[in-house]
Structure formats: C-alpha cells, structure tokens
C-alpha cells in the first residue's frame, strides 16, 4: 500500500484508486482513528506507516498478479475482497520462504496471462477491463487459455489456493489485512478459552487479534506464560 | 568412525506415541533405557493457533526428519506412481504424532480381533474376500483389555463408557467389548451443534455417545482441562492439555532416573551378531557423528513406514533380506485405514463449528464392524461415523460449493460470505482388510537426504472396501439429512497413499510363516528384537488405531520386564 503509483510503471488506475478507499474502509470498521476528511486521503493517512517491498516478485509481476487476486475476491457489495486483504502481499513474501518451491511457476505463469491477455484480448492484463480479466481468467481455469506450463488450470488452482491463504490466514503473514478476510466469513476469532457458551450455535461476537499478539507465542515471549502445564 | 558407546539394558527407537508408552513400564522395573528421538523437545510456546503455519505448511513436522522420507505410493505393481505428498504429519519430536494428533483413543471392539472366525461363523468362510491374508489376532479384546485400562489412566483419557463388566451404559458405546472400569475422565463436552446431531441420530434409532479422547475434559495429572480453542488439529496443546507422550509418560519414565533420552539421533540400522541372529544394537547418527548403542534388548517404535524401513535397510550375512525378513514377512499385510469416501454437508442455518477439537464430537458404531447383519449384503466390516466441531478459516474459505456456486468472483465470495460456517465434513473410519498384493517395500528411485531409499506403497482399496465405503456414505447422508442439512456431498474412495493410520508391514500372530512379531510383539527370528506400533496390527477395525497401539506397547514392554533373562540373556 506504500508503494507511490509514480514508482510503478504505469498510471494509477481507478481499480487502485478502489482498492486503496476499500482498506481505508475497513480500517474505520476497525475503529483506526482517522481524521475527517475525504475517503482516499483517509486511507493515504491510513496506509501510510504500512511500509511494503516487493520481496520476491518484479514490479510488473505484482501488477499481474494483484489484479487477478483482486478478481478472484473482489471487492464488492460484500466487502472487501483480496486486493484489501493484501493476499498478493502475502504470495510475495511467501514466494522468498515457505512457497519457494512455487517462485518459477509464478514467473513463468503470470508472464503467461500477459502474454494470453495482449493474445486474446490486445491488452495487457492488469489494464483490461474487469470484465476481460474474469474472461481470461475463465479460460485459464477451464483450461482454454494458451500458454501456460504444463496448463492453465495448474497455474489458476495454484493462484487461488494463495490468495485464499493470503486473505483468510492469520495477519502475521502480510494477508487478511485488517481482518478482511475472517470478517467476511464470520470468523469469530482467536479464543485461548472457549467456554460452552461460546460453542452455541450463534456465534459470539468477533474477536479480532493475531496469534503472535499473545506473549506466549511471541518471539520475546513470556518464558513463564510459556511453561505452564508443561513438564519437566 | 563410530563411536561406540555404553551398553544399555534397553534401546528405543522412536520416543513418540508407543516408545512413549513402553519407556514407561520398563524404567519403573529398574531397567535402563535410552530413548532414541530423531526430533526435539518442543514445548507450548511452540504451538500457537496458528492455521497456516499447522496446516498448510506442515510446520513443525515439514521441517523435520520424517518430511524427507515421506513413503511414495503406487497402486499397484504396474501402475504409474501417484504424485508424492509434499507434507505428512507424522512427526519426529519427543511425543512424536502424539504431540498434534486428533487424539481420538478408542479401543478396538471384539470383532476387530477375530474377523476370520467370527464371519466364518455367522456368515460361512466364502466371506471372506478372495486375495485376503487377514487372520484372527493371535488373542481376543479380553487379553489386551487390562493394557487399554492401565495406557487409558497413564496417559489420561476421556470418555464414557458403554459396557463396565458386561453392564450395558447407553450413554456410551453399546458395541465397545466389556471393560473392568470407566474411563478415568468424563468425555470432553459437546456442542450444541453435535448435541443436535445426537438427537438426529436417536432419531433414526441409532445409539449417539461422545467419543474417547486422550485430551483432559478436566484436570488430570496436574495439567489442566482442555480450553476448546479451536487449533488443536494438527496442532499441539498450549496448555498441555492434550495427553502426548511427551507430557504424560516419558516424563513418569524420567523421573524414574532409567531413561535417558537422546534427542536428535537419526537411527540408521539396527546391528546383528552375525553367529546368533541376535541384535546387539543401534546404529544412529547425531550432529553428523556416527554412534553405536550397544543393548540387551532393541525396540523399533518409529512409525509403521519407518519400522519396516529400518529392518529392511538393515541386511546382514544372518539376514540378506533384512533383518527379520528370512521369511519374507516384512511389509506385507499392509493397511492404509480406509478413510475415504467422506460425507460433507450443508445446512441451512449456521453450525459455529469455529471452536472446539476434531476428538469433541458425536460417534454411532452401529454400522461399524459386525455390528449389524451382513447376510445381505456383498461386504464384511463396516465404518464408525463420526460428526466433530472443527473449523478455521482458510479451510472453510475453501469448502465445497456444492454445485450452488462457481469457485472464484463475486458469485463465489457471496456463497463463503453465507455457508462457510453452514457445513460439516463427517469423519468415516473403515475396516480395511490386508491384501497379497498390498504391501510395503523400499523404493528403488526416492532416496532420504542421507541417501537411504524411503518406504514405498503399492497398495489400493479393493471391492470390499469400495461397497463398504459406499454403504457406510449412505448411512452418514442419512444421518445428517435427519439433523437438517439440504446437501450432501459424497466424495471418492481415495487412495492408499501414506496415511496417518497405516497398519501392517510387521504382522503379529502365531504363525511363524505368516507373521513378523510374535504374540508378544517380538520378532520370530530375533528373540530380542520387539516392534511396537501399528506395523503389528492385522486388523484395522473402524477407530483411531493409536490406543492399540499404545496398549500393545505396554503389553510388550511389561512382557519383557516380567522375562527379562530370558529375552535379554540369550
């Protein structure tokens, strides 16, 4: 989110523009105070402390690969969709660690989309209409689009698994920023209690905090807190 | 060079859910034993409730010994290989799969232990499905009840009981073999989603009970009850109110002085008097170093692939096949437990399954093992169904659509938006028979980091199996559209790639020609040599195999104690 539009190859456009207001949106949800004043610049002000590199993907992947994640899970009259939660965010760090294995099949797969976009549509894909993008992104998923090693599918199913782990995983890990993705379905939150009450079938009110926001499971944790029941 | 250390009376390879166990009786006869643990110590920082971390990548058992020596599978000897699983839970740490496991500590029933005679019986030898090596246990439930009570009260265990001595309890499981006490906890709570499911089932006439669990329902042992957070499944406890090993019996054993337990230490064969055909040890490996731990008595306790690995990686002049292999018994009769063709359903209201544990649930045995009459039908066995409150949110992101949506876009997101907390995927566990042609051996290609070839799997499920799975699917459909649901989904039989219950591959019985283990669990061709785990099991039955094995192991273990001279002597 800090990252200027001057620095990316490209003007802002509306889709970012709609992305942006949308986490300033949900950063009111979440009760971040915010100074009166117009949606976009609340969110500027928002957003601003939220430094973000690219650590594994080019600038023109991320561009690629934010706006399918932002048609997988969009943003719409259901809330905030995956460009909000920062699943691309999420992929990108994961691509350096846990998701290394993946870092090729991404390189080789969004070059991909670009290239069946400019192919199919006459337009990279990033600056195709919303529309077009679902349009080739149902090509990929059936299996139709050109391309891609060793398929289309392959590639969309590894992309949809990510962007699902990136906006409904726990906030630590750079997705589901502001809690877009557990708020969307109802999760009512991390608990180290859970008493029978709280197992009715309503669910209680939602708590909204990271695992690693308790001292026990933090790096400089409590050794204390961290001990109890355990031995020797 | 190795390092030759000081003989021990008893060495353990494995620390996890039945070397656990088996320390335990062996260090309280004053025995010296030194556990031998591929893994660490981890301890309740280490398991926060952390999805992603647990259950999609696998930690803290991806980035562990058993991770790179994940077994490969084919179907059969001419089929193709089916991808490799990147992740397995089975995991090495002291406690082992016992730290993250769902838990569930059943007993098996009677019929488990005597499906050759018993369907004979009732329903004439040609039941039998044809290719089938199954045979009666070499004793019934009543040998191994005493060892489900005392593993039931060392480890800690929750439940109700159906049958204490021939007395029928309904609120239990009214097809469990008699037993000479309750458990030492009362079951784990329900929900009132699983509450609804058990009226459902009453219903239908079925007898519903809550399942038994090796998790604390209150305190026990000085560690507290369970908190129902919600990531207990593949993940350990925070509270140590999950009963591994790690907190209930290796710690007993050690405060006996007798155990000694050497972290870290990779086994790699298992060595032999070449004169006598005895074990004299183990070979392992630590921080890059080579040791040898010289002992009276070896026990194999790693997981059912690992202890026929080892024997099999093993050769010796006594034993060119591997060791306890002259009879060729090794890796046959293999079982992945039938676990496939699950039932998920959908509801038209929501279910608040986000909190509790795969073990807090509601079970019906009623068409688990011969629990109902098979004259008519073209199967024997039968499955346990099993309905638990158990959901995180990138696993219920990813739920079915059924059919009522597409799988990405507003249409999608709308769906999850409304049914992500409105449905259950219901646990389905199977009898699994053993098979001539399912089987363990060593893949000639997949190799470990240390260059030693992993287990491979050439096995699939056979028609008894699929009628089975088919059968018990339709009871499970039936029994959630009694509770409600307006969609079931059936999902396929599935394969028998590595699974987290895999039985078979060191077979315990009589028959010397037939079986690895003795009755005692030690190996026929090497007196001194026993093999704790499920690898001895010639049944699976319908129920989590753990406290099986756990008992088997106490069995064993007690069994040397008590005959020390004349297994260890020689």
Not at chain 2, 183 to 205: D, I, Q, V
Not at chain 2, 395 to 420: D, L, R, V
Request: hydrophobic content about 40%.
């Amino acid at each position: 989110m800090a990252r200027e539009a001057g620095d990316r190859p490209r003007d802002v456009s509306r889709r970012d523009l709609f992305k942006t207001a949308g986490a300033g949106a949900a950063a009111a949800v979440a009760g971040a105070p915010l100074a009166p004043s117009t949606a976009v610049a609340q969110a500027h002000l928002a957003a601003a402390p939220q430094l973000e590199a690219l650590e594994t993907l080019t600038a023109a992947e991320a561009d690629i690969l934010e706006a399918i994640c932002a048609r997988l899970i969009p943003s719409d009259e259901n809330g905030p969709g995956a460009a909000e939660a920062r699943a691309a965010h999420y992929i990108d760090r994961a691509l350096t660690g846990p998701l290394r294995a993946s870092r090729d099949a991404y390189a080789a797969g969004l070059a991909a989309v670009d290239v069946y976009a400019q192919a199919s549509k006459g337009v990279p894909f990033p600056k195709l209409a919303p529309r077009d993008q679902d349009a080739v992104l149902t090509a990929m998923e059936s299996n139709a689009a050109t391309g891609f090693t060793p398929n289309a599918a392959t590639f969309f199913n590894l992309v949809r698994t990510h962007t699902i782990q990136g906006t409904f995983c726990d906030p630590y890990y750079g997705g589901n920023a502001n809690f877009a993705g557990w708020d969307l379905i109802g999760y009512p939150g991390l608990r180290m209690t859970v008493g029978p009450e709280e197992q009715r079938m309503s669910a209680p009110k939602a708590v909204r905090k990271s695992a690693y926001e308790d001292a026990m499971f933090a790096r400089k944790g409590s050794q204390r807190g961290g001990d109890h029941g355990h031995r020797p | 060079m190795a390092i030759d250390l000081k003989k021990t009376d008893v060495v353990i390879v494995g620390l996890g859910a039945v070397g656990g166990v088996a320390a335990l009786p062996l260090a309280r006869a004053g025995l010296d034993v030194i556990g031998l643990e591929a893994g660490s110590w981890l301890t309740p920082r280490d398991f926060a409730p952390d999805e992603l971390r647990n259950n999609f990548r696998g930690w803290p058992q991806a980035a562990q010994k058993a991770n790179t020596e994940i077994p490969t599978h084919r179907p059969n000897a001419s089929a193709p290989y089916s991808p490799r699983l990147p992740i397995h839970p089975m995991m090495n740490g002291v406690g082992g799969t016992s730290l993250h496991y769902w838990a569930q500590s059943w007993r098996l029933n009677p019929w488990d232990f005597r499906v050759v005679s018993e369907t004979t019986r009732r329903y004439g030898a040609a039941r039998i499905p044809k290719g089938s090596t199954v045979e009666d246990w070499p004793f019934g439930l009543e040998e191994l009840e005493p060892y489900y009570d005392t593993v039931e009260h060392e480890v800690g265990v929750s439940g109700q009981a159906g049958n204490i001595g021939g007395t029928i309890d309904p609120r239990g499981n009214l097809f469990e073999g008699p037993r000479r006490r309750g458990y030492p906890m009362p079951p784990l709570r329900g929900t009132e989603f699983t509450e609804r499911m058990a009226t459902a089932a009453r219903k239908l006439g079925w007898q519903p009970f809550p399942g038994p669990a090796a998790v604390n329902s209150q305190t026990y042992d000085d560690r507290p009850a369970c908190q129902y957070h919600g990531y207990c499944n593949r993940g350990g406890c925070h509270v140590s109110a999950k009963n591994s090993t790690a907190v209930s019996t290796i710690p007993k054993a050690m405060e006996t002085k007798r155990l000694q337990v050497v972290t870290q230490a990779i086994a790699t064969s298992v060595a032999v008097d070449e004169k006598s055909g005895r074990v004299t040890g183990v070979n392992y490996v630590k921080g890059g170093q080579e040791y040898f731990q010289p002992a009276d008595v070896v026990l194999l306790a790693s997981y059912t692939y690992e202890n026929v690995r080892l024997l099999l990686l093993s050769k010796s002049h006594a034993f060119p096949n591997g060791l306890a292999n002259n009879g060729g018994q090794v890796g046959r009769h293999y079982m992945s437990h039938h676990t496939g063709n699950p039932v998920t359903a959908l509801f038209p209201f929501e279910l608040n399954n986000w909190y509790g544990l795969p073990a807090q649930g509601a079970a019906v045995d009623n068409w688990a093992d011969d629990n109902f009459d098979h004259s008519g039908l073209d199967f024997i066995g039968g499955g346990n169904l099993w309905v638990y409150s158990d959901r995180r949110p990138i696993g219920a992101a990813s739920m079915s659509t059924f059919g009522k949506a597409p799988t990405w876009g507003s249409a999608w997101k709308s769906f999850i938006k409304q049914n992500a907390d409105r449905f259950n995927v219901a646990y389905l566990q199977k009898t699994t028979l053993p098979y001539e042609d399912n089987y363990l051996d060593l893949d000639p290609v997949a190799k470990d980091p240390m260059g030693f070839p992993v287990t491979r799997i050439t096995a699939d499920h056979k028609d008894n199996e699929k009628r089975l799975g088919a059968f018990v699917q339709d009871k499970m459909a039936q029994w959630f559209m009694e509770a409600g649901a307006i969609a079931v989904e059936k999902g396929p039989t599935g394969t028998m790639g590595p699974s987290t219950h895999a039985y078979g591959g060191t077979r315990m019985g009589d028959n010397r020609a037939s079986n690895v283990v003795n009755r005692w669990g030690f190996v026929h061709e090497v007196p001194n040599l026993g093999i704790l785990g499920a690898s001895v099991m010639g049944t699976s039955g319908a129920h989590n195999p753990t406290l099986t094995a756990q008992a088997l192991a106490w069995r064993t273990a007690e069994h040397l104690a008590t005959n020390w001279k004349t297994i260890a002597g020689g």
